[in-house]
């Protein structure tokens, strides 16, 4: 069977017989040079995949970077006399196939002599992920009973949803679709702070994503599906990735602000011709491009505007598109095949929230973090196993602590912890101020509320501590409503020498079946981007085809039940034959081993 795809360049398959080969040199590759604009993962997986896989010479790869350090939205960092700082953590699981192909040829940053991948494997063989408590309320009691609470009827509902068609949800939204009783579910509170959607969000992302995840249903209420790098992402991702281009030949320049991209479009053919950048100074730094230049386009950022404040300054909130959704905008203007931007940075009201990355430099504060967590911050094992969201938060704030040291060089004692706020224009519990006007030492006695400090020792215990807090205007602009065309293929119809990557590009699967807000949706346009402009000879994996395997759908409906049996509405004589007719078959003990029957 041939899996559809919307360029007939590209192979999709699955199993190890593709995924094992290794790809011979692309035809006239020697004749071909890249440009990448942005430092992204998506963009450094493709100059990654550009060297492995397409055979080319590094040194004729070339990263255009607007910043003074690659990594795009995957940081960590710490930031001279401010303290430790990330916009966000990203959560992975077992069936990210593209990455975990790229991160097994990697030598890992931690021990050189393990891949990625492996080090990446048995730090969570070792240490495995899960969460002693998920939702909190009345600051700092456990909330959650380790289950969804749906009951029958709510999830019907949620089977009906995912059966919807991809066109039916177009440019609609979640709470256009859900029901009241849904929206204020135990379900929703996991979901919506887990992936930081919010009710206005688009149902059709909504969608892919309980069926892109659907074998993890089951692990969503104590987060044991999820796994977290020993260290910051930064450090454990982008680092060896960097390193392998550079050590390949690979160039890097940065403050290099690409502005457009000039194509020549025609009715059978499409061919980029000219970068147009300036440097820092304004200083033209334009490419002229010929067919044999490959060009890697980033469109759009979820991290682009991000404004930093200190324990003193509130974070800026910086409205303005700028970066590479200028690029994007004046890419769009040249075909309508090049999507619409507008659809996804028009309203940052809709699309921010506010992260803060708060450390404990003494043991005072991490005593109350191990109230909740029932583990010790020290000792550089799994802590609160992801996210830990106190449900009667009016910033809806949810923090969590991955194994520390989680910085190199961290002293032994700090504790560094993610905060963030998916409500960020409205009053906290304690500081009576929106998340966005507030501090970072504001930031740090809100969160010290939610977790149990008593109130007369929060001031005393946020003077132990230091935060960088980060307001992000387009953070979750990718799951804006929005409808097919408004993002662009990965390689246009008829493109000859160009590819757009990451968040706001449409993959060339039929149907798309990769979720964005991952790293592996990165890796994946990467991929794919490079095997179609090169003629890479063998296939890019398939999203993992759990929602196709009868296994994962009847367990899901099991978890999502909490074990309860379903009660499927049939006439009393019906379902006698039904029953009956399955008796002693391989669909009886199908039924009954996932708890249908």
């Known amino acids: ?201 688009s149902a059709l992302e909504m969608k892919l994503y309980m069926n892109r995840f659907i074998h993890h249903v089951g692990g969503l209420p104590d987060l044991s599906a999820l796994q977290f790098s020993r260290h910051d992402q930064y450090t454990s991702f982008v680092m060896p990735m960097v390193k392998y281009l550079k050590d390949h030949g690979a160039k890097f320049e940065y403050g290099v ?114 109230k909740i967590t029932k583990r010790s911050p020290y000792g550089g094992k799994t802590v609160s196993g992801g996210i830990v969201s106190a449900i009667d938060s009016s910033w809806l704030m949810s923090w969590t602590i991955n194994r520390q040291e989680q910085y190199y060089g961290q002293p032994e004692k700090d504790v560094a912890i993610w905060v963030y706020g998916l409500l960020s224009d409205v009053p906290g519990d304690y500081i009576t101020k929106p998340m966005r006007d507030c501090t970072g030492k504001e930031i ?34 990718q799951f804006l409503p929005r409808k097919a065309g408004d993002r662009p293929y990965v390689v246009p119809k008829d493109g000859v020498n160009f590819a757009f990557l990451g968040q706001f590009a449409e993959t060339l699967d039929d149907p798309g079946r990769d979720t964005v807000f991952t790293i592996e949706y990165s890796g994946r346009t990467a991929m794919e981007a490079v095997y179609v402009l090169t003629g890479v000879e063998k296939g890019v994996p398939e999203v993992y085809a759990s929602r196709y395997d009868i296994r994962y759908l009847l367990s899901a409906v099991s978890s999502l039940l909490d074990g309860e049996k379903p009660d499927i509405d049939l006439p009393p004589l019906l379902r006698h034959k039904l029953v009956k007719q399955i008796k002693d078959t391989e669909i009886e003990t199908l039924l009954k081993e996932y708890h249908i029957l």
């Open 1 to 201: 069977m041939e899996l559809k795809t919307h360029d007939p360049r590209l192979t999709l398959t699955n199993g190890t017989y593709h995924s094992l080969v290794n790809a011979r040199k692309p035809k006239n590759i020697e004749d071909k040079k890249a440009y990448l604009i942005g430092t992204g993962i998506a963009s450094l997986a493709a100059g990654c995949f550009l060297v492995r896989d397409a055979h080319m010479d590094g040194s004729k790869i070339t990263f255009l970077e607007q910043l003074e350090l690659p990594g795009g939205s995957l940081d960590g960092e710490v930031l001279q006399n401010a303290g430790y700082v990330a916009r966000g953590g990203r959560e992975m699981g077992h069936h990210f196939e593209v990455l975990w192909s790229l991160f097994s040829s990697l030598p890992a940053t931690e021990d050189p002599s393990m891949s990625v991948l492996d080090h990446f494997y048995y730090t969570n063989y070792d240490d495995p992920n899960y969460s002693n408590c998920r939702i909190t309320k009345n600051r700092g009691e456990r909330y959650d009973n380790g289950k969804f609470n749906l009951g029958q009827d709510l999830a019907k509902e949620l089977a009906f949803f995912v059966g919807t068609t991809d066109e039916e949800l177009e440019d609609k939204a979640i709470e256009d679709i859900f029901s009241d009783e849904l929206l204020n579910s135990d379900f929703w509170a996991y979901w919506r702070t887990m992936f930081a959607f919010e009710n206005w969000d």
């Open 444 to 477: 740090t006695k809100e969160w010290l509320f939610h977790i149990g400090v008593p109130v007369n020792e929060i001031d005393e215990l946020a003077e132990s501590c230091t935060a960088v807090p980060v307001m992000m205007p387009y953070i979750t602009a």
């Open 257 to 370: 602000t690409v502005t457009n991209v000039e194509f020549d479009v025609a009715p059978t053919k499409k061919v980029a011709k000219k970068i147009v950048a300036t440097d820092k100074n304004g200083k033209d730094l334009s490419i002229d491009l010929t067919e044999n230049d490959l060009v890697f386009i980033t469109n759009g950022s979820i991290t682009e505007g991000s404004g930093y404040g200190d324990d003193n300054t509130p974070a800026p909130f910086n409205k303005e598109p700028k970066g590479c959704w200028t690029l994007w905008q004046n890419i769009a203007k040249q075909s309508e095949e090049f999507g619409h931007p507008d659809k996804f940075c028009y309203d940052p009201e809709r699309s921010n929230w506010e992260s803060c990355t708060v450390t404990c430099h003494d043991e005072r504060v991490p005593a109350y973090i191990e």
